[in-house]
């Protein structure tokens, strides 16, 4: 799932984004993209990822994330979830 903003892109959106993929377990990817991005926010993101690849070792499932960082502009165009909206 894409997840956009406009401006800096933090924890507390990454939570919020984190969150919502923990409801989505179906979606594989999570995308954000934003003009820029905390060193705080990229570290809760990875967190995240690997916290699923560990459970899912332990469980014995096939499930991954796979997290991406757009930093720069923000099109309008890119459907997506925008993160003041959660």
């Known amino acids: 799932m894409l997840f956009k903003k406009r401006g800096v ?3 507390e959106d990454a939570r919020k984004a984190v969150e919502w993929m923990g409801s989505h ?3 594989r990817e999570l995308i954000v993209m934003a003009e820029s991005v905390t060193a ?3 570290r809760r993101l990875w967190d995240y990822a690997r916290a699923v690849q560990l459970m899912a070792d332990m469980t014995g499932e096939d499930r ?3 997290v991406e ?3 720069g502009f923000v099109s309008d165009k890119v459907k ?3 993160v003041e909206e959660l």
């Open 9 to 11: 892109f933090d924890e």
């Open 25 to 27: 377990p179906e979606e």
């Open 80 to 82: 997506g979830l925008n």
């Open 64 to 66: 991954s994330v796979r």
């Open 40 to 42: 705080e926010a990229k």
């Open 69 to 71: 960082i757009l930093e």
